[in-house]
């Protein structure tokens, strides 16, 4: 499916909630982050993959993009299929702050950074940017279309064609160096990922 990999992309991108969890350790440093990075992904790992195993094993290829809606037509009263989604409500709740602080921080710093810091620019930014995702709640007609878009662009350029340009950038070993040479390579799959899953996405909506 030409969802599969920006999809994959997206799940793991955990990227503006780094500098967040360092502030918020007891003694920060580089092993104890990459102790919570590691952990972290692989929690998430572990639980997407239970998800998507029983998921098909269960429906096989009826299952749909947004699994709990699939169980909730075969099974609309069950009180398990009800505690998972109070349990996401409230997992989507808490995790909306840690997404939203980096997003407002961004496009105040691109947009006024100009201005004065004050309370009125940052209530508006704030209303401006949870309207637009309502709208896009409202009107997406499926989650798949936005995880494959977003998936496909700053999914793939912040998990692999930035990192790769910051270390050319930032490096001073020669250009031939193996670890050059692995930055190029992670720079080009990323664009080509991420090129390629954009078109087959745009080509699946045009066949549809």
């Known amino acids: 499916s030409a969802y599969a990999i920006p999809t994959m992309a997206f799940s793991f991108l955990c990227h503006t909630s780094v500098l967040p969890i360092y502030c918020e350790l007891q003694s920060p440093s580089k092993s104890r982050m990459q102790n919570v990075t590691v952990t972290g992904i692989g929690l998430s790992f572990l639980i997407y993959f239970m998800s998507a195993l029983f998921g098909y094993l269960t429906f096989y290829d009826k299952v749909g993009s ?12 069950d009180v398990v299929i009800m505690t998972v989604k109070v349990a996401i409500l409230f997992a989507v709740l808490l995790t909306v702050p840690l997404i939203h602080f980096p997003a407002r921080k961004a496009v105040l710093m691109v ?18 940017l949870n309207t637009i995702v309502v709208l896009f709640a409202m009107y997406v007609p499926d989650i798949k279309n936005v995880f494959g878009v977003v998936g496909s662009t700053t999914s793939t350029c912040l998990l692999f064609v930035y990192p790769g340009l910051f270390y050319l950038k930032l490096s001073r070993e020669d250009f031939i160096s193996p670890q050059k040479l692995g930055a190029c390579a992670l720079v080009i799959f990323g664009i080509c990922v991420g090129l390629l899953s954009l078109v087959l996405i745009i080509y699946n909506w045009m066949d549809q």
Not at 113 to 127: D, G, K, P, Q
């Open 111 to 128: 947009f006024f950074s100009h201005l004065a810091v004050s309370w009125m620019c940052h209530i508006l930014v704030t209303l401006a």
């Open 66 to 77: 947004e699994l709990l809606q699939v169980y909730s037509r075969y099974l609309p009263h």
